[in-house]
């Protein structure tokens, strides 16, 4: 059953993510409106560089693509909530948790990057897989260590498939770590040492 | 009239210093609060066009900090949040408040009801 947590989760998910969109069609709004008042100036006689369009133009394609993206991860995380069991790929979890913590990461100043590694599909809770890991990602970008990048990635582990988040400070306040209780609603374990957190996971079958 | 525009999307605030600009208003932008603070050292500046919510200084630290630097100038908030608390802080702290994305009509009647009322 979904508890208030989790309601309050979505809601920081989706504001975040709203944000985000306002400044892709402040963007759009903007070099649209660049190009109208170009247009209306070379209307009274003033030259247009051809350059001058094609870099406008140019603009306003990448943010479409950057409005997509968002939307695309929205969309995939909005599906998280379909049915609390089903077949998961961690390594696709890893890159929705990443990409819906890019703008925070911009907000701490910190890079957050995935690493490479295997992919298990694991039958889970999606949507409390991805808010823990996520939770996990937070902690960490509030306190990095002096490289300021935050790294997540799947693990094999001895007692099931890992998913590590690396880059923390190694004085990172353990005492703010995850609520225990939703790494219990979800069965997996998380393991803390200095610079890491890693939420474990049972092995399948 | 001087305008400086500070956020950190970078083809937004560029389009609304040219289009500025265009309409004869000097106006120059910064994507980040430490840039911000170089520009308005340096220049004398009317008004400043800040975002509420950037990586660093938030607008609201950032405002303070300019303000500092230069104790005349104007400020106007600009937010792609809208929300209550948000618009509390922008209104109560700046001549004006702003959501994205703005229309420029908009804009420049809110640069010219800010500036009116620093003289008044």
Known sequence: MPENDDLLFFGRISASVSHELKNVLAVINEQAGLLEDLVCLAGQGMLLDPQRLATTAGCLLKQVRRGDAILCHLNRFAHTTDTPCQQVSLGETVALAAALGQRQAAMHQVALATTPGPDPRVTTDPFLLCRLLTLCLEQAMASPDATKTVSVGVEDGPEGPVLAVTGLAPDADAGQAPDAALATRLGVRLERAPGRIAIILPAAG | ?120
């Open chain 2, 1 to 120: 009239m001087n305008i400086l525009f500070v956020d950190d999307e970078s083809e937004l605030v560029s389009a609304l210093a040219e289009r500025l600009n265009l309409r004869g208003i000097k106006a120059d932008y910064a994507t980040d609060g430490e840039t911000a603070a170089e520009k308005v050292r340096a220049n004398a500046y009317d008004l400043a066009v800040l975002d509420m919510k950037m990586p660093g200084l938030s607008g609201l630290d950032l405002k303070k900090k300019l303000q500092r630097l230069r104790p005349g100038m104007r400020f106007i908030f600009m937010t792609g949040h809208g929300s209550e608390e948000d618009f509390r802080a922008g209104s109560s702290e700046a001549a004006g408040y702003l959501v994205k994305p703005v229309r420029i009509e908009d804009l420049l009647a809110a640069i010219n009801q800010a500036l009116a009322a620093g003289q008044g």
